[in-house]
């Protein structure tokens, strides 16, 4: 889930991420598109909009997971640097990677990525 966005871009040139584009594209010109359309048109038209809205939904919560992922290995491989059964990482003290540092760069990247 980590590479969902990087395979998205390269592999299949956003064609996952087109859905929420086309929603974004749709509300903005919804009173043009919808003007001298009979009421059976706008019903399919608003049903469309609505799947497109779920589509963006699940979207945006396999795009949280895969931020959150990013996160848990960044803060995986920086915890294992620290650990003393590596070679010679027993002699390497990085302030960065310390116990308090990391728990405020995680609560840190854990709360942006929630807004």
Same mark, same amino acid.
């Given at each position: 889930?980590? /590479?969902?966005?990087?395979?998205? *871009?390269?592999?299949?040139?956003?064609?996952?991420?087109?859905?929420?584009?086309?929603?974004?594209?749709?509300?903005?010109?919804?009173?043009?598109?919808?003007?001298?359309?009979?009421?059976?048109?706008?019903?399919?038209?608003?049903?469309?909009?609505?799947?497109?809205?779920? *589509?963006?939904?699940?979207?945006? @919560?396999?795009? *949280?997971?895969?931020?959150?992922?990013?996160?848990?290995?960044?803060?995986?491989?920086? @915890?294992?640097?620290?650990?003393?059964?590596?070679?010679?990482?027993?002699?390497? /003290?990085?302030?960065?990677?310390?116990?308090?540092?990391?728990?405020?760069?995680?609560?840190?990247?854990?709360?942006?990525?929630?807004?």
């Amino acid at each position: 889930m980590g /590479q969902f966005n990087d395979y998205n *871009y390269e592999e299949m040139d956003g064609s996952l991420t087109r859905p929420t584009l086309d929603l974004y594209i749709g509300n903005k010109f919804w009173n043009f598109m919808t003007k001298n359309l009979s009421k059976e048109e706008i019903a399919d038209l608003e049903k469309a909009r609505d799947d497109l809205a779920h *589509y963006e939904r699940l979207y945006s @919560i396999m795009e *949280y997971g895969a931020d959150i992922n990013g996160i848990l290995t960044t803060l995986e491989t920086r @915890i294992a640097s620290n650990n003393p059964s590596v070679p010679f990482t027993i002699y390497r /003290q990085v302030r960065s990677s310390c116990i308090t540092s990391l728990s405020l760069a995680t609560t840190t990247l854990l709360t942006s990525s929630m807004k």
